[in-house]
């Protein structure tokens, strides 16, 4: 197939997974076409079969926001009529779906059918979509898209209750690349920065209040009076500072390292013993899988899809969100007993073997077949 991707081209979960997928596809044999304002995050080696075309929206004085929607529609025109597209796929619904429904719609007047499929990740329906100022176009752009796919059960759900769609939605779930996320020997770095054998917890966000690094804090406080430990914190953003400042006011600056962002995070996974995650909402949690496929267990809320991920008591514990003596409790659990741990471990990894990318690949590949299918026969009968 010659397939279109729209994405971000940053960091956030929704970039980084239409970016591995599309890596994935090519490396099948397809052709994969990356359409955005620059080149992905992840786009980080070469295949002859990955193209990348950027987007470039008018820097005219009139326009006080540049018109990236209308660019991002004339840019798929473009590729899709010179690359020949079967199919275009867009992550995170705005302003990708609205985009993609104009695309589409130039395109059948001057004779080219291409179907799209919208992926739906989390913040495009649970925050951003419900916004009166983008409500009705997000559910349109839904309700009109050739097929549509969810990260999650919990995020399909949200999307039912909070639009009125009338479409049918396939969950296919995030997935992990093991070539990249898999258990390595890091034995003498984990040396070096736990020197007496101190467990060490990791947090890994873009530091909003949704992600409650607060409630990391405050839970790592309760651990590290039980048990000797070091705590990671990975990432930035705009809560960053003041976490900084409750490390200072709690006494344990020194435990806590402020890591920034980093892109080979499965290095500080591989020598991490515990992944916390106390999100507010999260509609999948590929963080806290990929913390799971370099065999570290997830102490995490209950909130969104995180459930279908960690699984109660088996791969680590979920706690109801806030509750960060109860998250305590449970870490202090999982590390008080070396051999407890290392089954935690153990089925932290299995769970995360179900989501191998080689079992999801054949998933997407089969649903834009179907959707192709779908739209040439819809096409025919009108």
């Not at 804090?217 to 009076?225: A, C, I, N, S, T």
């Amino acid at each position: 197939m010659n397939i279109g991707v729209v994405c971000y081209p940053t960091y956030g979960g929704s970039g980084v997974i239409a970016t591995e997928l599309g890596k994935a596809l090519a490396r099948k044999g397809h052709k994969v076409h990356f359409i955005t304002y620059q080149e992905p995050v992840r786009l980080d080696s070469f295949n002859e079969n990955i193209f990348y075309h950027e987007v470039s929206a008018l820097d005219y004085p009139l326009f006080q926001y540049q018109p990236y929607e209308s660019a991002l529609a004339s840019k798929i025109v473009d590729v899709a009529r010179y690359e020949k597209l079967d199919i275009l796929h867009v992550h995170y619904a705005i302003p990708h779906a609205s985009s993609a429904l104009i695309a589409r719609s130039i395109l059948k007047e001057r004779g080219y059918n291409l179907p799209f499929v919208t992926t739906l990740h989390g913040t495009d329906i649970t925050l951003v979509g419900k916004d009166p100022g983008y409500k009705p176009v997000v559910e349109y752009s839904i309700n009109h898209s050739d097929g549509i796919t969810s990260v999650s059960k919990s995020l399909k759900d949200d999307t039912y209750n909070n639009f009125g769609i009338t479409r049918e939605i396939e969950v296919i779930p995030n997935f992990i690349d093991f070539s990249r996320f898999k258990k390595t020997n890091k034995d003498h770095f984990k040396t070096a920065i736990a020197p007496n054998g101190e467990k060490i917890l990791i947090h890994v966000s873009n530091f909003r209040k949704v992600k409650r690094v607060e409630d990391v804090v405050m839970m790592f406080d309760l651990v590290l009076k039980k048990i000797p430990s070091k705590l990671f914190l990975v990432g930035d953003g705009p809560e960053r500072s003041g976490i900084e400042v409750l490390c200072r006011k709690l006494g344990i600056s020194e435990q806590v390292r402020f890591l920034g962002k980093q892109d080979a995070v499965e290095d500080l996974l591989a020598i991490s013993d515990l992944f916390i995650l106390p999100s507010e909402t999260e509609s999948f949690g590929l963080a806290a899988l990929e913390a799971m496929a370099v065999e570290v267990p997830v102490i995490s809320s209950n909130a969104g899809g995180i459930p279908e991920i960690n699984i109660q008591g088996k791969t680590g514990f979920l706690s109801p969100v806030g509750d960060y003596e109860d998250m305590a409790k449970n870490a202090i659990y999982i590390l008080e007993d070396e051999a407890r741990l290392k089954q935690f471990k153990k089925n932290a990894y299995a769970q995360a073997k179900t989501f191998n990318i080689d079992n999801i690949l054949p998933q997407y590949e089969a649903y834009y077949q179907k959707v192709i299918r779908y739209y040439n026969d819809l096409e025919f009968m009108i």
